[in-house]
């Protein structure tokens, strides 16, 4: 079965602690992203990576951090410096290079902060 | 960067009427247009694109029309159906040094009452 996993669905953390969202394609993408949704507004950028071992900031990337030492997993962590952390987050891939194609979206991940 | 603006931010139509929601973008270099359809709690799912190259595109109920020099497209949804309610999003896509970029709208909410 292929496409875009995130882990887990529902996440619930107390202020003050770091988490890490777990995201895994087997779609063989070469990029790979973070997008932050808050309630009735857009998606909005926070990491991207075109490439393993390598990866770009997007709009609202203070507070986070992302790895990519695998082609497959693209995790982010939500650090205890960002600020307003509650928020639905969506992974997404895409087969990458220098023409634009379609994002592929995982089923996001709740995290509520408390 | 890339700046895009989604109009209206909630539509309501009758079943069986027509729907239209517009979107401009502020980089000309922009060169891919991808609409994707939220329902709640759920993933965006791209349901219609358009490259720079082309003004029209139309698959079924549902077409893109690009205008490149008034910087604008829009969605639009002939014979709508109760289940297209949910909430609409359009983007547009950069490519620089760093890869593909997409900025979204902030989202129409599309009801559709039976």
């Known amino acids: 079965d292929g496409g875009i996993t995130q882990s887990p669905k529902y996440l619930f953390r107390k202020e003050g602690q770091n988490v890490t969202l777990s995201c895994e394609q087997n779609?063989?993408?070469?990029?790979m992203y973070w997008y932050r949704q808050d309630p009735g507004q857009g998606l909005r950028l926070i990491y991207y990576?075109?490439?393993?071992?390598?990866?770009q900031k997007g709009d609202i990337a203070e507070g986070y951090s992302v790895s990519r030492e695998k082609k497959e997993s693209f995790p982010l962590t939500v650090t205890s410096a960002q600020k307003n952390p509650t928020a639905f987050y969506l992974c997404?891939?895409?087969?990458?290079?220098?023409?634009?194609?379609?994002?592929?979206f995982g089923p996001g991940t709740r995290l509520t902060v408390t | 960067g890339e700046n895009v603006e989604q109009h209206p931010s909630t539509l309501s139509v009758q079943e069986g009427d027509s729907a239209v929601i517009k979107c401009t973008y502020s980089?000309?270099?922009?060169?891919?247009f991808p609409w994707y359809k939220q329902e709640l709690g759920k993933r965006p799912q791209l349901i219609i694109d358009?490259?720079?190259?082309?003004g029209e595109k139309k698959d079924q109920r549902i077409a893109v029309t690009l205008n490149k020099t008034a910087k604008h497209f829009s969605l639009h949804i002939t014979e709508t159906q109760p289940e297209d309610s949910a909430v609409y999003f359009c983007?547009?896509?950069?490519?620089?040094?760093?890869?593909?970029?997409?900025?979204f709208g902030g989202g129409t909410r599309l009801m559709v009452k039976p």
């Open positions: 997404a891939s895409s087969i990458g290079g220098t023409v634009s194609y379609e994002q592929y």
């Open positions: 990576s075109q490439i393993v071992n390598d990866f």
């Open positions: 779609l063989n993408h070469d990029a």
């Open positions: 980089d000309s270099a922009s060169n891919y």
């Open positions: 358009i490259r720079s190259n082309v």
């Open positions: 983007a547009a896509s950069t490519f620089d040094n760093a890869g593909n970029m997409l900025t």
